[in-house]
C-alpha cells in the first residue's frame, strides 16, 4: 500500500461545478499538510497548507481528518483556468516528504 | 528572485554518456531533493540532502549519484545514461521551521531525453 493515495480521476467537470478530491496516508505522525497544483510537464507548485481547523483560500477549501488520515481540498465554482493535477503532500516530522501521485482535473466550458 | 534555478533545462545525450544536472537555491533551505517524473505519473525521488554534507538515497536512486557542494547546490550525476533515465527532473528545497516541515519550493525542471 502506498504512504500517500490519491483517486488518479480524471475528473471532468463543466465550469461553475463544485469538485472534491480526496487523499488517504498511512503513517499516523505525519505533521504537516499540502496540497499543491502541476500544469502539463511544469513544476508542482505549492495551492496551499492544510490546518487542521481546516482552512479557506477563495474558492479552494483544504480540510484535515485525522482521526480517518485524509485530507480534502473542495474547489468550489470551478474555472477552466483549474484544469490541473492537484498533488497532496505529507510530511513526518523526521523530515520526510511523501507526494501523491495527484488527481487530474479537466473543467470544461 | 531566483528561488530554485535548474540547469540545463533541456538535454540530449547518447546511452553510456555522462552529464550533471545543476541546482542551485537562494532561499536559505536546509534540505533539497531530486525527483524524476515520468509521462503521466507521480514525482519519485531519487536523493535527498537533510544537510550541507549529507545525503541520503530515495525511492529510485540507481544510475545516479549526488553531491551536496554547500548548502545553495545540489548536483545529480548520471554517470552512464540508460534510455529508462528519459525524464522529467525537479530539483526541490525545504526548509524547518518550528520543527515542521515547510513545503517544498521547485525549480522549473530539466527535460532529460536518451537515445
Known amino acids: 500500500r502506498k504512504e500517500v493515495e490519491q483517486d488518479p480521476g480524471p475528473f471532468n467537470v463543466p465550469e461553475g461545478a463544485t469538485v472534491a478530491f480526496n487523499c488517504t496516508y498511512s503513517n499516523s505522525a505525519s505533521q504537516s499538510f499540502f496540497w499543491y497544483r502541476q500544469d502539463c510537464r511544469k513544476e508542482p507548485k505549492l495551492l496551499m497548507s492544510v490546518y487542521s481547523s481546516g482552512n479557506e483560500d477563495g474558492r479552494f477549501t483544504a480540510q484535515l481528518n485525522r482521526a480517518s488520515q485524509y485530507i480534502s481540498l473542495l474547489i468550489r465554482d470551478s474555472k477552466l483556468s483549474d484544469s490541473a493535477t492537484y498533488l497532496c503532500?505529507?510530511?513526518?516530522?523526521?523530515?520526510?516528504?511523501?507526494f501523491g501521485d495527484g488527481t487530474t482535473l479537466t473543467v470544461k466550458p | 528572485n531566483a528561488g530554485v534555478t535548474q540547469t540545463p533545462k533541456f538535454q540530449v545525450l547518447k546511452t553510456g554518456q555522462s552529464m550533471t544536472l545543476q541546482c542551485a537555491q537562494d532561499?536559505?533551505?536546509?534540505?533539497m531533493y531530486w525527483y524524476r517524473q515520468d509521462p503521466g505519473m507521480g514525482l519519485r525521488l531519487i536523493y535527498y540532502?537533510?544537510?550541507?554534507?549529507?545525503?541520503d538515497k530515495g525511492e529510485v536512486p540507481n544510475g545516479y549519484n549526488v553531491s551536496r557542494l554547500n548548502k545553495r547546490e545540489f548536483s545529480l550525476r548520471l554517470e552512464s545514461a540508460a534510455p529508462s533515465q528519459t525524464s522529467v527532473y525537479f530539483c526541490?528545497?525545504?526548509?524547518?521551521?518550528?520543527?515542521?516541515?515547510?513545503?517544498?519550493?521547485f525549480g522549473d525542471g530539466t527535460r532529460l531525453s536518451i537515445l
Open positions: 532561499m536559505n533551505h536546509n534540505s
Open positions: 503532500v505529507v510530511n513526518t516530522n523526521a523530515g520526510k516528504s511523501t
Open positions: 526541490a528545497t525545504g526548509g524547518l521551521l518550528d520543527s515542521r516541515n515547510q513545503p517544498q519550493h
Open positions: 540532502s537533510a544537510s550541507e554534507g549529507t545525503t
